[in-house]
């Protein structure tokens, strides 16, 4: 299932609803780590793994991580192509995405940072904070019935290659 909010407190009450004692899950946007806690509460025998590109995020993420044994965080981007293959090499198995770039922020670029390390990973849930993805979903119709039970787009996941990924390459910081 992919859960859509805009109002944080909804995105957390999304958390409190879907995450569960043993998941493992990826936390994109963590920032300095508000709702990084409340998962992290709720996934006690499994790990919480943060990213944030912020310098922002450093220092809190570090100190949270001493607090909190099963956060494990990331400073890095998340379009970066290397940072979704490193990670999807060591760490495998995700039962829970939640991606918050900002609630205002590009909904084009948090559906395809959603879209690309969905379709990678395969979680069973994803969460997604961002407005402009609900105004377009609530103003949306169509007569056909294409629908996915897990946390990504069963429909066009499997067409994703890690090798083939352009759409992310054109975003690293190497083009
Ligand atoms: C609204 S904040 C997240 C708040 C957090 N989810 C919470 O509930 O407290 C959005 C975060 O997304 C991060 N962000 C935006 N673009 C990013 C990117 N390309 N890679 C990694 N982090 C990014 C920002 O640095 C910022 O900290």
């Not at 760490?91 to 900002?102: A, E, F, R, S």
């Not at 990973?121 to 994803?126: N, Y």
């Amino acid at each position: 299932m992919i859960h859509l909010s805009y109002d944080r407190k909804k995105y957390q009450e999304d958390m409190i609803n879907n995450v569960k004692l043993m998941d493992n899950v990826v936390e994109i946007g963590c920032h300095i780590g508000t709702s990084t806690k409340i998962i992290s509460r709720l996934n006690q025998d499994g790990t919480v793994y943060a990213f944030d590109n912020s310098p922002e995020s450093v220092e809190a993420m570090n100190n949270l991580g001493i607090e909190y044994a099963n956060i494990k965080f990331f400073n890095a981007d998340v379009r970066n192509e290397e940072v979704l293959y490193d990670f999807a090499e060591k760490y495998g198995k995700i039962d829970v995405l939640c991606v918050d770039l900002g609630g205002g922020y590009h909904p084009d670029t948090v559906f395809k940072v959603f879209f690309i390390w969905s379709s990678v990973l395969k979680p069973r849930v994803s969460l997604i904070r961002n407005r402009g993805l609900i105004d377009f979903i609530n103003s949306s119709i169509s007569s056909e019935n294409i629908k996915s039970e897990g946390g990504y787009l069963e429909s066009s996941a499997d067409n994703i290659l890690p090798k083939n990924l352009k759409e992310l390459k054109r975003w690293s910081d190497k083009l």
